[in-house]
């Protein structure tokens, strides 16, 4: 073997894993798991700081509706999934701090999208709505009949323009789901801001849904994946999110994914 043969053996000894891992397509997402049937946690669920999925598994950490969309959008793609599984403050702050690339699910508000780029496919839908206890004589005629009233709001979620723009609302920030629930049950709020699916599934779970009773729905949203203007590796990967979901609308997974979760 001559000596250029030895070079070039050599070079492809040293640069080619180097390349292979360069070329390794990984996306970090951030997101909650109080959020049932959309992401929740998983059966057994393991307790680890991030979940590394590549394409063809699932999570050791979480399931629901919205994380099938993007985890199989992403598959599609090529990507391994780094999902990282907090309180939704934290997950936002994490992808604001630019620790994380992605955050799901999110709604659109006028701050929001001041500093995130949105996706085109949205992940899911919500409805906004209030629920009060049953026995709360409200005479509810739209937003501004709750005047007045302590409304109980999820610690950093959506709730669309409308009840932002009532300042005369007493907005009290709760931290779980259930806690709220009770907290309205107890009387210390008069009024529970929830996302209908969710609340409802949670209700069911926790066997208080002949508590409560829901006022008409105010407002609603479609959900995204969402990454920082500022990052550039984001607006990509969002752009390969909505070419994987549109994939997927092609071959039948993602109608295999709504009858799943139906």
């Known amino acids: 073997m001559n000596f250029n043969k030895i070079i070039y053996i050599l070079i492809l000894v040293i640069w080619f894993p180097l390349i292979s891992f360069s070329e390794e397509k990984i996306v970090s997402v951030a997101t909650l798991d109080d959020y049932s049937p959309y992401c929740f946690p998983a059966k057994n669920k393991k307790a680890c700081p991030k979940d590394i999925i590549p394409p063809g598994s699932g999570s050791a950490v979480l399931q629901g509706y919205s994380w099938d969309i993007l985890r199989a959008s992403f598959h599609e793609m090529g990507y391994t999934i780094e999902l990282h599984v907090s309180p939704w403050a934290r997950a936002m702050n994490d992808v604001k701090s630019g620790r994380v690339d992605l955050l799901f699910p999110a709604g659109k ?10 996706s085109k496919e949205p992940v899911n839908k919500v409805n906004f709505l209030i629920y009060i206890r ?13 005047n007045n009233l302590t409304i109980g709001a999820m610690r950093g979620w959506n709730y669309g323009e409308k009840l932002d723009a009532n300042t005369q609302i007493k907005i009290q920030p709760i931290n779980k789901i259930i806690q709220g629930f009770q907290m309205l049950e107890t009387g210390r709020i008069d009024g529970f ?7 409802d599934y949670a209700l069911k779970q926790a066997n208080f849904n002949k508590l409560f009773r829901k006022l008409p729905i105010f407002d609603s949203t479609s959900e995204y994946v969402v990454g920082l203007k500022t990052n550039k590796k984001a607006i990509k990967i969002i ?4 070419m994987g979901k549109q994939q997927i609308i092609k071959t039948g997974e993602f109608k295999n994914i709504i009858q799943k979760w139906q």
């Open 109 to 118: 508000n006028s701050e929001r999208e001041r500093i995130f780029t949105y």
């Open 134 to 146: 049953k026995d709360a004589g409200l005479n509810y005629a739209g937003i501004s009949s709750l």
């Open 193 to 199: 801001a929830g996302y209908e699916v969710v609340f």
């Open 239 to 242: 752009n390969a999110f909505d």
